[in-house]
């Protein structure tokens, strides 16, 4: 019978909340840079300029059929080389963060454009129609009438991609870098107590990502009234 | 004011306008009619080059809206229209709805386009419902928020398409009022609509449109009197029955 010893926990909690502080920089740039650059990549798939069109529509076919750890561990090898050639930083430069936030903002603009493009696509023709007919450009269509519509229908599906998104982010550990994920992985690893830290990990996220989407749904409740 | 000569247009292969011509004066209110997909939406969606056309041309206040050098959105800003479902923004209360157009495409100040949107609202009799969303109004009061938030543009004339068929029968007469006092004010109107009560109480014309093509372009007195088409005569027992 295992004996459980959870006892390393307690003095471990500075390191692990520094740990989630990571995780959680992460998954806010990348969901700031992801909708941003996402409502880029949707607004220009519907561009009547085709070449551009295709060129978003490439990239987000090819982040979406490749598996993210793929992604991160590209970042890993070439953004350090990239940022430390451009600042002529030190080889010693601990660039993993960066990289880790500009894959992650990178991939999740991939999901967050087709979900937005959804929501573009859940405004009716006739709102279009509406806005054309007062005068607006296509532009100002776009920005004043469709978008902020097309966000509104998409705060639930937006915010579930963000627990996802958070979730995710534990697989930086591919970079050693110290997520809540990895802190809690180093800490087991040094006191031989893997398991107890790996239940407590799990635990946290659960107990996040629960509690995040309980919040969701009662939004997106709220929202149905 | 308006003018239309031998439009046409084709989706692929189906003439859904067949070579339509008809003239709108300065103060003038024609009512479009006939049965539905005879083309009646598409023919006023032309006039202010919502939908293109492939033949012909039409002119507003002397502005080709085929011609491809044409200002669409400039053209678009001074010619109103309003729509079956309404289309108030949701997202923006009613005095926003007012008041974006203004400022955004004519470049108004805010406050002089909030006095305007205020002005037209109790237009529609509707002042004290300014800062609603429109999901919180009743189909006929969205309508006319619709009818003031087009008149706050100062268009220099009207499109309606079927303004009150979406609308629960004790609704109607609301809107109808305000399109009715619209026309004696003045304005140019082409007003695609069922209500034969409102032809006859405002129309200088009818057109009566089937299968894409004008069939009746008419004073509307002779209209009702003597419809010189079996089509329209059947339309008209039609409709006029119930
Ligand atoms: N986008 C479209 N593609 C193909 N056909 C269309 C399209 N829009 C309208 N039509 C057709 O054009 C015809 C005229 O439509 P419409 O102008 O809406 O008629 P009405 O307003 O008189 O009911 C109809 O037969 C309709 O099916
Ligand atoms: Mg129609």
């Known amino acids: 019978m295992y004996e459980y010893d959870w006892s390393s926990i307690p003095g471990a909690l500075p390191f692990l909340a520094h740990g989630m502080r990571v995780s959680l920089e992460i998954t806010a740039v990348a969901i700031v840079v992801g909708i941003v650059w996402g409502t880029m990549l949707a607004v220009l798939r519907l561009s009547s300029v085709k070449p551009l069109a295709w060129l978003a529509a490439g990239y987000v076919n090819l982040f979406r059929s490749v598996p993210l750890v793929m992604v991160l561990l590209w970042f890993f090898l070439i953004v350090p080389q990239f940022l430390q050639d451009l600042f002529n930083l030190g080889r010693a430069t601990d660039t993993r963060l960066v990289s880790a936030m500009v894959g992650f903002a990178l991939f999740e603009a991939a999901y967050y454009s087709e979900i937005i493009r959804a929501g573009i696509h859940s405004v009716g023709q006739g709102q279009i129609a509406a806005a054309h007919a007062l005068g607006m450009t296509r532009g100002q269509a776009l920005r004043l009438v469709v978008l902020p519509q097309a966000f509104r229908n998409m705060v639930p599906l937006l915010l579930t991609q963000a627990i996802i998104l958070f979730q995710d982010t534990s697989l930086v550990y591919v970079s050693a870098l110290a997520d809540f994920f990895g802190a809690a992985y180093k800490v087991g690893e040094r006191d031989g107590r893997i398991v107890e830290l790996l239940l407590f990990a799990g635990a946290v996220y659960f107990v996040l990502c629960y509690a995040a989407s309980r919040l969701v749904r009662r939004l997106q409740r709220r929202a149905a009234a | ?242």
């Open chain 2, 1 to 242: 004011m308006i003018s239309l000569r031998n439009v046409s247009k084709y989706y692929g292969d189906f003439r859904v306008l067949a070579d339509c011509s008809t003239e709108v004066r300065k103060g003038e209110v024609i009512v479009v009619c006939g049965p539905s997909g005879s083309g009646k939406s598409t023919l006023i969606k032309c006039v202010n080059g919502l939908e293109p056309f492939q033949r012909g041309e039409i002119i507003v206040d002397g502005v080709s809206v085929g011609d491809r050098k044409t200002n669409l959105s400039r053209l678009r800003a001074r010619v109103g229209m309003v729509f079956q479902h309404f289309e108030l923004f949701p997202h923006m209360t009613v005095a926003e709805n007012l008041v974006i157009a203004q400022t955004k495409v004519l470049g108004r100040r805010r406050e002089e386009a909030l006095a305007k949107g205020t002005k037209l609202l109790e237009r529609v009799g509707l002042e004290d419902q300014a800062d609603k969303y429109p999901g919180a109004l009743s189909g006929g009061q969205q309508q006319r928020v619709a009818i003031a938030r087009a008149l706050c543009m100062d268009p220099i004339c009207m499109l309606f398409d079927e303004p009150t068929s979406a609308l629960d029968p004790e609704m109607i007469n609301e809107v109808l009022d305000v399109m009715v006092q619209l026309a004696k004010d003045g304005m140019t109107m082409i007003v695609v609509t069922h209500e034969m009560g409102f032809a006859r109480k405002v129309a200088q014309r009818v057109i009566f449109m089937d299968h894409g093509r004008i069939v009746e372009d008419d004073q509307t007195e002779s209209f009702f009197r003597s419809p010189r088409s079996a089509r329209a005569r059947q339309f008209l027992s039609k409709i006029l029955r119930d």
